[in-house]
């Protein structure tokens, strides 16, 4: 089942901030986000792992509530770069599971 | 450098007709993964392959097939029995371990008339 993103879109200016959403209803061992410009291949940014693990991005910073099984990417003081759809991948806590991914969020930042 | 190489880009074909969209990696990885993306649906797996001579069907399989003979070659063919074939396909690579980074192709743009 697909982890639920939200919002669906966000137009901001340049240097706001803004925060996207990941919600699943599986317990969950860890989320992924990436982000993907039009036409091309998503692009890696994190790795948050239960028990309070990152991996990825130094300029990028994120949280994952365990209990609730939602994750928080926070993208601060935004430039025109970071515009493009942002997606979180999920991976349950059975077994080896794969990655499932969100239907995106899309990202407009403007001059 | 490594990385993982889909080709071609775009590709077009009759209805009916199979085809085969290639992907390669050099980056050593274990794991291999077939996604579809339609607009606003986010990336659907189709097959992944943990291991050589070996992959699985993901949540969309129906109507693909793939083989895993090297380790480098994970190919997807989209058989005339895909009722929507037309859609933006995406291989990617991960070392296989759990919570690993998953690297992407450039993808390939199917079009099926």
């Known amino acids: 089942q697909q982890p639920v993103q939200s919002p669906q879109a966000v137009i901001l200016r340049e240097g706001e901030d803004a925060v996207i959403n990941c919600s699943s209803s599986?317990?969950?061992?860890?989320v992924h986000w990436y982000r993907q410009k039009h036409g091309e291949a998503p692009v890696f940014l994190m790795i948050?792992?239960?028990?309070?693990e990152q991996k990825g991005h130094d300029k990028i910073s994120a949280s994952f509530n365990e209990k609730k099984q939602q994750s928080s990417l926070y993208l601060t003081a935004s430039q025109l770069s970071y515009s493009g759809t942002y997606f979180c991948?999920?991976?349950?806590?059975?077994?080896?599971?794969?990655?499932?991914f969100g239907k995106g969020t899309m990202l407009l930042v403007s001059p | 450098d490594g990385g993982i190489t889909q080709s071609p880009k775009y590709l077009f074909r009759k209805e009916g007709q199979n085809v085969t969209l290639s992907c390669e990696q050099n980056?050593?990885?274990?794991?291999m993964y077939w996604y579809r993306q339609d607009p606003g649906q986010g990336l659907r797996l189709i097959y992944y392959?943990?291991?050589?001579?070996?992959?699985q069907k993901g949540d969309i399989a129906e109507g693909y097939s793939v083989s895993r003979e090297k380790k480098e070659s994970f190919p997807l063919t989209v058989t005339s029995a895909q009722k929507n074939p037309t859609a933006f396909y995406l291989c990617?690579?991960?070392?296989?371990?759990?919570?690993?980074?998953?690297?992407f192709g450039q993808g390939t743009r199917l079009t099926v008339v």
């Open positions: 990617a690579s991960s070392m296989g371990a759990r919570s690993t980074e998953a690297f």
């Open positions: 599986k317990a969950l061992y860890s």
């Open positions: 948050l792992l239960k028990g309070g």
């Open positions: 991948g999920t991976e349950e806590n059975s077994g080896y599971s794969t990655l499932t």
């Open positions: 980056l050593n990885h274990d794991a």
């Open positions: 392959s943990q291991i050589v001579n070996d992959f």
